[in-house]
């Protein structure tokens, strides 16, 4: 039985640690989709290391299989102090896994109508310095 619950603990932990994936935003921090359908030069494309930091469900999804993990440990005060300490140092822990670094691809445009703005994509852009482009939904598309 508590084999079974502590494999149901970490199964649930490991699941709600994955990080979210990026999103497309201008630098703005606007969502690029602002900019649908405006058409522009790119003026340069570069990566750029994002740093991200734990999730709430990470932390939360640590403290639980730890609070589980530190259950299975001692009996009557000894558990209790043990089930605390386990869901506290799951939750850093948790914390810690879900945190790190993502890279995104940084694109400059100049846009047909003078500004400019610098739209970030989360996978590699099909384009690249000089090309003329448009916004379609949320990404940048070569023109021809």
Not at 102 to 127: C, L, S
């Amino acid at each position: 039985m508590k084999t079974a619950n502590l494999i149901r603990a970490l199964v649930l932990g490991v699941s709600l640690a994955v990080p979210l994936a990026a999103t497309v935003q201008a630098q703005t921090g606007s969502p690029a989709a602002q900019f649908e359908g405006r058409v522009g030069t790119v003026e340069s494309v570069r990566t750029q290391a994002v740093p991200t930091s734990g999730s709430t469900v990470g932390t939360v999804g640590g403290a639980v299989v730890g609070g589980v993990l530190g259950n299975q440990v001692g009996q009557g005060r000894g558990r209790t102090l043990a089930t605390v300490g386990g869901a506290a140092s799951g939750a850093v822990a948790g914390n810690r896994l879900t945190s790190g670094t993502t890279t995104v691809w940084v694109v400059n445009v100049r846009f047909d109508d003078g500004t400019n703005a610098n739209i970030e994509q989360d996978a590699q852009p099909p384009v690249w310095a000089g090309e003329r482009v448009r916004v379609t939904n949320g990404r940048l598309e070569r023109l021809r």
